[in-house]
């Protein structure tokens, strides 16, 4: 008896035992409740291109779950859900209301993955007490969720609002010089073009930020408010610059103002009223060729550029022209009157003169020892820019006058002054030409010659009024003209006497 009711005691024990366990596993299986120390955490290894083409955000803090009702986890879990997607984004360009737009994230394509957790959380209702009981005490400890961006759909929101701005150009700085010589900038303009994808990339560090702080608190007021109301939003929405690449203008106002073109430094004016109207026309389109013409610093000017693109875009005239110490009809004629001028204008800007000669016979529009002759393939003009700075030429033709002017850098207190002196009188040669009119053993005055000329031509230059230095620049000599006699034929003397090397230029007697 004693063996039967210690066995029957035994048999209870363990019924009440098992009975009470089971009543355990049952109650543990059956909480409502999510595992003490659960998080949902929006996190991926890395930032990576998903296949799908979209982005994985990451490390974002964690979000406890553990203690809450399934429902009140799976509201939680949609309740930020729709925070996330209806977070304000706004982009602004300026800080004009005109020139900003806002957006949620859901708009710019940005899309939650919970559905994971949200089944893990709905599987502790599933299955049998056991299956329940063993899924509860293996549930993992973090959940995971993602937050997605469609590269896509962000771009196109932000080139729909912005994408004009591609479409601009930049504008160089322009420099004009007006009718009364006063110089005028135009500053330069960069143009702009979106960078979409530092935008991209800064919204979702942003985000990513925001939720950091945010996220495990709940999303401060961003789900109550209307993202088009810009009063709210300026207290909720993350606020992002609009990301803009620089495209420069390839001349800026800082460059072309280095260049020094500040002010009209020298003009110089001839007349060419009384010329025929071939050599007024060769004066003007040389002069037309000549206008703008831009000198670098230390650069040479040469003449001879002048007249070959003359020729090749106006083509020259007939006029007078100098031709072996005598006025004949010529192509050409005129074109010593530009760079005579030009000559002046520089000697006057105090740059240093390269090549240069004189006519052979003196010119009416100028002083002696002032002109400079050109003959092609045998003279030119030229001079170097020594201002430092460029040196813009501007040509001006009106009422049968020349005006040339320099345009650069020049001290205001620095002024040059030319004069020129004859030193020597040659005394006009005699020619004798045979003529059927004039009788034997005669002699006839045909013309009267004219004395030729030793110039000396001198620089001053006087700074604040006062002398500094006194230069002589050329020592030039202009030919005399013969007094030609007719002789009866056969005269010893017959012929030209002294006949020298012919050379083209053009020019006016005096």
Known sequence: ?????????????????????????????SRDSVPEGVTLIAHDPETTKASD???????????????????????????????????????????SEMQQRVWTL????????????????????????????????????????????????????????????????????????????KVVYTPHSNAYRLD?????????QAVEELLNRQWADGLKNSGDQDPKNNEEVSRTAITLPLALREISANVTLARLQSEGIERKIMSFTTDFSSSSAGR????????????????????????????????????????????????????GGGICQVSSTLYNAALLAGLDMVERRNHSLP??????GQDATFAEGAINFRFKNTTGKHVIIRTVVSGGKLTIKLFGTMPGNINYTIDSKTVKVIDPPVK??????????????????????????????????KTVSRERVSRDTYRAQPTVYGVAEGNPNDGEIGKGKQLLEDGVAE
């Not at 979409?196 to 979702?204: D, R, V, Y």
């Open 1 to 29: 008896m004693k063996k039967l009711h210690l066995t029957l005691i035994i048999a209870a024990a363990l019924v009440l035992a098992g009975s009470a366990g089971w009543g355990f596993l049952w109650m543990y299986a």
């Open 53 to 95: 083409g979209k982005l994985i955000l990451r490390n974002t803090a964690d979000l406890h779950l553990g203690g809450l009702s399934i429902e009140e986890a799976l509201l939680e879990l949609d309740s930020r859900k729709d925070d996330v997607l209806k977070l304000p984004l706004r982009i602004q360009a300026n800080e």
């Open 106 to 181: 859901e708009e710019l394509g940005v899309v939650v993955y919970l559905e994971e957790a949200k089944q893990a959380i709905q599987q502790l209702r599933l299955g049998s007490v056991w299956e329940r009981t063993r899924y509860r005490w293996h549930f993992p400890k973090e959940l995971t969720g993602q937050l997605r961006w469609d590269k896509d759909i962000f771009m196109s929101k932000i080139r729909g609002q912005w994408g004009w701005l591609d479409a601009n150009e930049p504008a160089d700085a322009e420099r004009m010089i007006t009718d009364d010589d």
């Open 196 to 204: 979409t994808g530092k935008l991209f990339g800064q919204s979702m």
């Open 280 to 331: 007024a026309y060769n004066v003007t389109m040389t002069a037309k060729t000549l206008n703008n013409w831009d000198l670098a610093p230390g650069e040479i000017f040469d003449y001879n550029k002048v007249i070959a693109l003359t020729r090749e875009h106006y083509g020259y005239r007939e006029a007078p022209v100098i031709l072996n110490g005598e006025l004949v009809p010529g192509i």
């Open 363 to 368: 010119v009416s529009y100028l002083p002696k």
């Open 432 to 465: 004798e030409i045979t003529s059927k009119t004039v009788p034997s053993g005669g002699r006839l005055l045909l013309s009267s010659g004219k004395s030729g000329y030793i110039v000396e031509t001198y620089r001053t230059k006087t700074k604040d009024g």
